[in-house]
């Protein structure tokens, strides 16, 4: 199991199968919301199709291909990250997540994909982390945007979204790039706190 600590209150956790039925209620509660922008709603109807999705995503965990983790906060389950595949060839991934409606606005999925950024580049030692967002989806590409990464193109159509294709805009960052702009951020940090101490 890997739990990573983002701050009080708000951590990730790799999925287990005991979490199904969290899981399937908070999909369940948020279908109109979701659907707007994720196209495997119609995949996860009942608990034998959670089942298979968790069963999946333990196969990832222990094949070494990355892991899907749980994003709880005060306590809830309150959504989902991850990594769609990882590379070891390349060392390299993809990022994925979605929050429940009820918890947006609070900067959660901004903390939790910052801590599954650094997870991939501190632990596994990466080097490219891509993220790809609807077009239109200005919540979703917001996250990249606030940490840095950079707009690497447009896929056009990329993924058929019910009744519709929708385009993707790429992200990506490389370990250099984070890691340099977290010293930068770091050495800030020391710099305002001298002030404030002078």
Known sequence: MIRIAVEDGLYLKSLELRE?????????????YLRRWLPWLD??????????FLESALRQHTSGLGFQAGIWFAGE?????????????????CVGYWL?????????MTKACKSIVEYAFDDWHL??????????????RAIPERLGFKIEG???EAEWLYDHYVDHVVYGMLAKQWLGAQKFEQESRTVSTTKQKN
């Open 154 to 156: 447009v896929m056009r």
């Open 20 to 32: 199904s039925e969290p899981l399937m209620l908070l999909i369940d509660s948020n279908r109109p």
């Open 100 to 108: 429940a409606e009820r918890y947006q606005g609070h900067g959660i």
């Open 43 to 52: 995949m996860t109807q009942n608990m034998d199709e959670m089942i298979a």
């Open 127 to 140: 080097n490219r982390i891509e993220i790809r967002c609807a077009m239109e989806n200005l919540k979703s």
């Open 77 to 93: 389950l309150a959504g989902i990250i991850g990594y769609h595949h990882l590379e070891w060839a390349n060392r390299s991934t």
